[in-house]
C-alpha cells in the first residue's frame, strides 16, 4: 500500500504523478527489477544522491532478518560483523558514475550515447528508467529514454516545467512548476526524496 502525502502543496502539484511513480518503481522492485538512473551536470549529482537514498537505510532502519544474519554468521569468518552492519537496499544504478565505461564510449562511439549504450548493455525485463533534465531536452537523456523505450522498460521522467522532448517519452513525468534551472533543481530535491522515502516505507517499515 503506498502511503499519500499529507500536503500536496508541499510536492509542488505533483503528488499524483508520484504516486504513479511509486507504482511503476514497485511493480519492477516486486518482480527483480533495478532503477536506473541519468541526468547531466546537476542532475548527475542528483543521480548519485538517489542512489544513495536507496541502496541502504534512508529514514528507516532496515536491518537483516534473522535468516539473513545466520547465514552471515555460519559463513564464518567476518560473518558476525557482516550480519551487524549489513542492511537491506533497493537496487538502483547511477548511469553517471562509470568514468572509464563512459570516456570510452565518448571516444569510441559518440558522447550522446553514454547512458543510452548502459541501457542497451545491462536494461532488462522489469527494470527501470529515471530520466533527470531539467530542460527535458538533453540528447543523451532522450537517447536513453529511446532506447529503454525500445526494450520495453518504462520511463520516469524529473524535468521542469515544460517536460521538454522527454514528456512524449515518459511513462510518467514529474514536471517540477518552474522554467528556471537553478529553482527546478532545488525542486527536484524534495521530489525524489519524497520517492525514496515512501518507496523505502513501502519495503521496510514492518522489518
Known sequence: MIDSAKNATDL?????????????????????????????????????????????????????????????????????????????????????????????????????????????????????LLAISTSGNSINVLHAAETARAKSIPVIGL?????GKLASLCNVLIAAPSNHVAKIQEMHLPLYHEICRRIEAHYFTSK
Open 12 to 128: 509542488f502539484g505533483q503528488a499524483d504523478a508520484i504516486d504513479a511513480a511509486l507504482k511503476l518503481l514497485i511493480a519492477s522492485y516486486d518482480h527483480g527489477g533495478k532503477l536506473m538512473i541519468c541526468g547531466n551536470g546537476g542532475s548527475a549529482a542528483d543521480c548519485e544522491h538517489i542512489v544513495g537514498e536507496l541502496m541502504k537505510g534512508f529514514c528507516l532502519p532496515r536491518k537483516l532478518s534473522t535468516e539473513d544474519r545466520e547465514k552471515l554468521v555460519n559463513n564464518g569468518g567476518n560473518g558476525k560483523m557482516l550480519a551487524e552492519c549489513l542492511q537491506y537496499g533497493l537496487p538502483a544504478i547511477s548511469l553517471v558514475s562509470h568514468s572509464s565505461l563512459i570516456t570510452a564510449i565518448t571516444n569510441d562511439i559518440n558522447s550522446d550515447m553514454i547512458f543510452a549504450q548502459q541501457v542497451w548493455a545491462i536494461g532488462k525485463q522489469d527494470d527501470l
Open 159 to 163: 524535468t521542469g516545467h515544460s517536460g
